[in-house]
C-alpha cells in the first residue's frame, strides 16, 4: 500500500483568508441566533427557518475554522470528525437553502392556500436535517471520510483520497447537491418573477403550446435526424427495389444521386411550406393553419411506412418532399402563433418552446434510431412512420384551444371571440387593457393594409427589421451547425469511443442539446433575447475556432481528440442557448400583425435555402479544406455577433408596438408606416399583451 501524500503546505496569506471567511460566517450566524433568542416577537416562521439556515452555517464555519489551523498527516480520529461535522453542516446548509426558497414561492405565489401548515415544517427538518445525516454517516461507516492531503480542500479533511469511488462521494457529500440548489433556486426565482408580473403561465396557454409544439416542431425535428440512421439499410432497399424492377443493381454514382435527392427534398420542401406561410394563417388563421398543415406529415407517414410494403422508393421521395412542406409551415407558424398568444412577459419562454420540442424530436429520432430498436431492416419504415403520431394527437386536441386573439380582432374582426380567447388564455375577466393595445396596433397599420413580400422588401420603415432577420436567419444556418454534426462521429471514434458506441454519445449530444434549451426557456425573460444571442453565437465562434486547430494537431497530440468533443459539446450549447431558439421568435416581435406573415415568408425562406445550401456544398468544402472549413464558420459567427451588437436591439417585456418604436427611430421614420402618421400620437407605453 503506497504511503499517504504529504500534506499540501498552507501560505500564511491562505490560512489567513479562510479563518477571516470562517469568523464572518460565524459572526453573521450567530447575529441571527441571537436576534431570535432576544425578540421573540421576530420568531415568525419566515425566521425560523433561518434559523436553521443558521445553525447549519454556525456548525459548517467552526468545523472548518478546527480543521485549517490543524496540520493534519493522516486519519486520525479528530480529522475524521472535523470531515464528518463539515460534511454534515454543508450538505443541511443546501438543504435549508432550498427549503427556503420553496417557502417563499409558496408564500407569495400561492397566497390563496399559504403554506401554514406546521406539517411543511416538520417536512423541511426531516428533508434538511435527516438526508445530510443518513449521509454522513454512511460515509463515516464506509470509512470514505478522511485524510484528503488538503488537494481537494484548503486544510481541513474531506474525502478519503485512497477510496476508489471517492469521485461518488464528493457527489454525495455535498457538490452533488450544491449543483442542484444552483439549479432550483434560479428557477423558483423565476416563478416568483412571473407571477409579480401578474401575467401566468395558465393551464389553458401551457396546453395549447405543448399540442401545439409537440404535433409540429417535435415532427421538424424528428424528421431531421431519423432517416440518418437507418441510412444504409435504405440505400440498400433502393438498390434491391431497383434489382427487382430492372435486374441489375444501381451503379455507385445513381445510388448516392437517389440518396442525395431523398436527403435535399427535406430542406426543398421546407422551402416551399415558407413560401405558403403567409397565404394560409390570412386565410385559416394561425391554428387552422397548423391543423391544415398536419395533411403534410399524416400523408406522408403512412407512405414511408408503407414504402418497403410497396417496394417504391419514390414513396419515400415524395414523402420527403411532404414532411419537408410540413417543416417549412410548423418551423414559421407555431412561433407566430405562441407568440401572438401569449402575454408579454411570458413571450419570450413560450417563443423557445418549439425550438425545445425540436431538440427533444432530433432526441426521440436518435434513441429510436439505435440499431437495437428501429435502426435495422425490420424497424427502419416504423421509424419513419413514427412521425404521423404527434400530428394524429395534434388534430384531435388543438380544436378545443383557442385561436391567436390577436388574428381574430385584427383580421377577423371578431372582438367578442377575441376576448374570449383572452380570458381562456389568461383566466381572468378584465382583458379590456390588452384589447386595447390590439386595437392601437391595428390602428397603426391600417394604412399599410395587406403587406406581401415584395411589399414588405421595399418598405423603408420596415427596412432595419427585414435586414435583421435576414442576418439572423442566414447565421443561425451558415454558423456550422450541421457542419458540427458532420464531423461528430469522426471526432468521438478519434477520441477512442468504440465505433458500435458512437449512437450512444450522438444521443448524449442530443440531450445535452435538449438540457440547454430547457435552460434557455428559463432565461430568455431574465437575460434577454439579445444577450442569448451575442452569448450563443460567441461561444459557437470560440468553438469553431479552437476545433479547428484541434482537428489540425489530433494527429500529433494524443489528447486532442478529447478537446475536439469539448468543442462540440461546447458549440451544442452556445447554440442552443440562443442562435437556435431566438431569430423566429424575433420575427414574432419585432414585426406587427399586418406585416409579420410576409416576414415570416422571408425568414423562413433565407432559414431553409441557408440549410439547403450548406448540406449542398459543405461536402465540397470539408475535401478541400478539411479542418479548416471551419474557420468560415467562425467568421459567419463573429460577424453575425458584430451584426446583433449593433443593431438589434432588446425585446424582452415590450409591448408589439414599443418594439415597433425603437425600430422607427432606428429606420428614421416618423410612424411605423410611411402612408399615415398614427403612432406619433400613442402614449409612451401601452397595455401589456
Keep these: 500500500m503506497p504511503p499517504p501524500a504529504p500534506p499540501t503546505e498552507l501560505v500564511p496569506s491562505e490560512r489567513a483568508v479562510v479563518l477571516l471567511s470562517c469568523a464572518l460566517s460565524a459572526l453573521g450566524s450567530g447575529l441571527l441566533v441571537a436576534t431570535h433568542a432576544l425578540w421573540p416577537d421576530l420568531r415568525s416562521r419566515a425566521r425560523r427557518l433561518l434559523l436553521f439556515l443558521s445553525l447549519a452555517d454556525l456548525l459548517s464555519a467552526a468545523s472548518y475554522f478546527y480543521g485549517v489551523l490543524q496540520d493534519f498527516e493522516g486519519p486520525s480520529w479528530d480529522c475524521v470528525l472535523q470531515g464528518a461535522l463539515s460534511t454534515f453542516a454543508n450538505t443541511s446548509s443546501f438543504f435549508w437553502t432550498v427549503a427556503i426558497a420553496l417557502y417563499l414561492y409558496l408564500s407569495i405565489v400561492r397566497t390563496s392556500r399559504g403554506p401554514g401548515d ?60 450544491e449543483m442542484l440548489a444552483y439549479v432550483t433556486l434560479p428557477v423558483i426565482y423565476l416563478l416568483i418573477r412571473k407571477h409579480i408580473n401578474r401575467a401566468r403561465l395558465t393551464p389553458v396557454l401551457a396546453l395549447a403550446t405543448l399540442i401545439a409544439a409537440f404535433g409540429s416542431s417535435f415532427q421538424y425535428g424528428y424528421n431531421v435526424a431519423a432517416i440518418n440512421s437507418p441510412a444504409e439499410l435504405m440505400k440498400a432497399f433502393y438498390n434491391e427495389t431497383y434489382y427487382d424492377r430492372i435486374g441489375e443493381y444501381i451503379n455507385e454514382f445513381s445510388l448516392t444521386l437517389l440518396w442525395s435527392i431523398s436527403v435535399s427534398m427535406f430542406p426543398f420542401g421546407g422551402f416551399l411550406g415558407s413560401l405558403m406561410v403567409g397565404p394560409l394563417v390570412n386565410t385559416l388563421g394561425r391554428k387552422g393553419t397548423l391543423l391544415f398543415n398536419n395533411i403534410f406529415s399524416i400523408v406522408p407517414a403512412i407512405l414511408m411506412g408503407c414504402s418497403e410494403v410497396a417496394k417504391s422508393f419514390e414513396m419515400i421521395i415524395v414523402a420527403r418532399l411532404l414532411v419537408g412542406i410540413c417543416a417549412g409551415l410548423s418551423s414559421n407558424v407555431v412561433p407566430m402563433y405562441l407568440g401572438e398568444l401569449a402575454p408579454k412577459n411570458l413571450r419570450g419562454a413560450l417563443g423557445v418552446v418549439p425550438q ?62 377575441a376576448k374570449t380567447a383572452l380570458r381562456e388564455l389568461r383566466g381572468w375577466d378584465d382583458v379590456d387593457a390588452e384589447t386595447q393595445e ?3 396596433e391595428d390602428r397603426a397599420e391600417k394604412a399599410a393594409g395587406f403587406i406581401s413580400v415584395l411589399k414588405l422588401l421595399r418598405m423603408r420603415s420596415l427596412r432595419w427589421q427585414v435586414i435583421s432577420i435576414v442576418v439572423l436567419m442566414g447565421g443561425q444556418q451558415l ?135 450548406v448540406g449542398l456544398i459543405f461536402p465540397f468544402i470539408q475535401v478541400g479544406l478539411g479542418a479548416y472549413s471551419f474557420i468560415i464558420f467562425a467568421m459567419i459567427c463573429v460577424l453575425t455577433t458584430i451584426y446583433t451588437f449593433l443593431v438589434v436591439p432588446e425585446t424582452k417585456s415590450k409591448t408589439f408596438i414599443e418594439i415597433n418604436e425603437i425600430f422607427t427611430k432606428m429606420n428614421k421614420m416618423s410612424e411605423v408606416h410611411p402612408e399615415k402618421e398614427e403612432l406619433k400620437d400613442f402614449p409612451p407605453s401601452t397595455a401589456g399583451q
Design 438 to 440: 390590439i386595437w392601437e
Design 118 to 177: 406546521g406539517r411543511l415544517l416538520w417536512a423541511f427538518h426531516v428533508v434538511s436535517w435527516g438526508i445530510p445525516l443518513v449521509i454522513t454517516v454512511a460515509a463515516v461507516t464506509l470509512r470514505k471520510i478522511g485524510y484528503d492531503a488538503s488537494d481537494v480542500s484548503v486544510g481541513w479533511c474531506w474525502i478519503d483520497l485512497e477510496a476508489e469511488d471517492r469521485v461518488l462521494w464528493m457527489l454525495l457529500t455535498g457538490k452533488l447537491w
Design 479 to 613: 454558423s456550422g451547425v450541421n457542419a458540427i454534426y458532420y464531423y461528430a462521429d469522426q471526432i468521438y471514434l478519434s477520441a477512442g469511443v468504440r465505433a458500435q458506441d458512437v449512437q450512444y454519445v450522438t444521443a448524449g449530444t442530443g440531450a445535452v442539446n435538449v438540457l440547454m434549451t430547457v435552460c434557455a426557456v428559463f432565461v430568455v425573460e431574465l437575460l434577454g433575447r439579445r444577450f442569448l444571442l451575442l452569448l450563443g453565437f460567441s461561444i459557437c465562434f470560440t468553438a469553431c475556432c479552437v476545433l479547428t486547430a484541434a482537428l489540425s494537431l489530433q494527429d500529433t497530440i494524443s489528447w486532442m481528440p478529447y478537446v475536439s468533443i469539448a468543442c462540440i459539446i461546447s458549440y451544442v450549447i452556445g447554440h442552443a442557448l440562443g442562435p437556435s431558439p431566438i431569430p423566429a421568435l424575433l420575427i414574432t416581435e419585432i414585426f406587427l400583425q399586418s406585416s409579420r406573415p410576409a416576414a415570416y415568408m422571408v425568414g423562413g425562406s433565407v432559414h431553409w435555402l441557408s440549410n439547403f445550401t
Design 356 to 417: 425545445l420540442f425540436i431538440t427533444v424530436g432530433i432526441l426521440a429520432a436518435q434513441i429510436l434510431g439505435l440499431r437495437s430498436l428501429l435502426a435495422n431492416e425490420a424497424g427502419w419504415p416504423i421509424l419513419l412512420g413514427v412521425t404521423g403520431i404527434p400530428a394524429a394527437l395534434q388534430l384531435l386536441l388543438l380544436p378545443f384551444f383557442p385561436e391567436s386573439p390577436r388574428y381574430l380582432l385584427i383580421q377577423k374582426k371578431d372582438d367578442v371571440a
